[in-house]
Nanobody, 120 residues
Framework: VQLQASGGGLVQAGGSLRLSCAASGYTFSWYDMGWFRQAPGKEREFVAASGRNGGGTYYADSVQGRFTISRDKARKRLYLQIDSLKPEDTAVYYC??????????????WGQGTLVTVSS
């Protein structure tokens, strides 16, 4: 199983980004998947998750209403649309497979991360 995250960059506060996670090596629809982020000096934090086979979406309270997780089954991609970006959203964002829970230890596979930097 391989996960490759992309789409990060430098953006001004109030802007938007769409992160993408390309999956390979397994049947995409079989896995619950999620996004986490880790800011400098902080622990890895749950952002959002998507249940397999249409099993629902879940969000951290801090991003509810601004972040949207989705998946493209045909392209085997997981997305995270981030709107109304704030400087506190600055972090490395990781995609992961294996759960919809907020505990990162429950996820089996991880991508390498993509950096999002939000300037004020």
């Amino acid at each position: 199983v391989q996960l490759q995250a992309s789409g990060g960059g430098l953006v001004q506060a109030g802007g938007s980004l769409r992160l993408s996670c390309a999956a390979s090596g397994y049947t995409f629809s079989w896995y619950d998947m999620g996004w986490f982020r880790q800011a400098p000096g902080k622990e890895r934090e749950f952002v959002a998750a998507s249940g397999r086979n249409g099993g629902g979406t879940y969000y951290a309270d801090s991003v509810q209403g601004r972040f949207t997780i989705s998946r493209d089954k045909a392209r085997k991609r997981l997305y995270l649309q981030i709107d109304s970006l704030k400087p506190e959203d600055t972090a490395v964002y990781y995609c992961a497979a294996g759960s919809v829970q907020s505990d990162p230890n429950l996820y089996e596979f991880w991508g390498q991360g993509t950096l999002v930097t939000v300037s004020s």
